[in-house]
């Protein structure tokens, strides 16, 4: 697959109402997309519910600013008996249409699969 052809799990821009007190977006507001793009990519795989049980790893690499185009890549990193890794790479356009994608952070999540009643079950395992 070439590497234009990767599709995001989510693509956010954010807003002025994202930013910490200094003008650059809030660190937790970028965790809170990265947790969402995580889980899409780990309920699709599981085909139910999942909740997030660890934030494994998350560097912020660079700053991300008002305006810029967030794309939130994720991918399977380990699927366990009721858990599942996300690694997730976090890149910014700053000027839209330019192909300047650079990478702003980089994280890994852990989810559990859980039942209606929040208990971890099994992840179904899947053909190759
Ligand atoms: C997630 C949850 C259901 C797990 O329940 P539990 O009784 O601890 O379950 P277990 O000990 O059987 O662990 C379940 C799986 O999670 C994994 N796990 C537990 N704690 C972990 C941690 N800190 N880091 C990575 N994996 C972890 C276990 O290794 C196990 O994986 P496996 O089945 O693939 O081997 C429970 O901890 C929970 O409800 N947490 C709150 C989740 C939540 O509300 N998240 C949103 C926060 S706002």
Do not use: C
């Amino acid at each position: 697959m070439k590497d234009t052809d990767r599709q995001p799990e989510i693509r956010v821009l954010p807003m002025p109402s994202d930013t910490n007190a200094s003008g650059d977006i809030f660190g937790g507001w970028l965790m809170s997309q990265v947790d969402i793009a995580g889980s899409i990519a780990a309920h699709r795989h599981v085909g139910g519910r999942v909740v997030t049980v660890a934030v494994n790893e998350f560097v912020f690499i660079k700053p991300v600013f008002v305006g810029d185009l967030v794309s939130i890549y994720a991918s399977i990193e380990n699927v366990g008996k009721t858990s599942i890794r996300i690694s997730l790479d976090i890149e910014a356009e700053r000027e839209r249409g330019k192909n300047d994608a650079i990478k702003v952070a980089k994280a890994v999540l852990t989810y559990v699969a859980v039942d209606a009643n929040r208990e971890p079950h099994k992840i179904p395992i899947k053909p190759e």
